[in-house]
């Protein structure tokens, strides 16, 4: 089992910056790939960013591209998410999830363990 708790959500206003934080527990953090995905109210959950295990690779959506930054500490147990520029659209509840896969890492379908979500409001 994977635990993973995401943390530092909140209300901020249109061109901010924000960063989350997903810590796992559990297993070995570097055996897993991550991913954050986000769910606006009354849309399906989507893709924002993936990153493999031990941050070679990394992807993102095409919404976020050059506007967030995925990155991990496996010393830390943290995967993080660099959020700048932030807009109305990005207004969603946003989880983090672990896989051990290495491929299909901007579907959800791989990932086995999922946070419980952060809450991102940006304001206009």
């Known amino acids: 089992q994977v635990q993973l708790v995401e943390s530092g959500g909140g209300l901020v206003q249109t061109g901010d910056s924000l960063r989350l934080s997903c810590a796992a527990s559990g297993r070995t953090f570097s055996d897993y790939s991550m991913g954050w995905f986000r769910q606006a109210p009354g849309k399906e959950r989507e893709f924002v960013a993936a990153?493999?295990?031990?941050?070679?690779?990394?992807y993102y959506a095409d919404s976020v591209k050059g506007r967030f930054t995925i990155s991990r500490d496996n010393t830390k147990n943290t995967l993080y998410l660099q959020m700048s520029t932030l807009n109305a659209e990005d207004t969603a509840v946003y989880y983090c999830a672990a896989t051990p896969r290495i491929t299909n890492l901007n579907s959800d379908r791989p990932y086995t363990y999922w946070g419980q979500g952060t809450q991102v409001t940006v304001s206009s």
């Open positions: 990153i493999t295990r031990f941050g070679g690779t990394k």
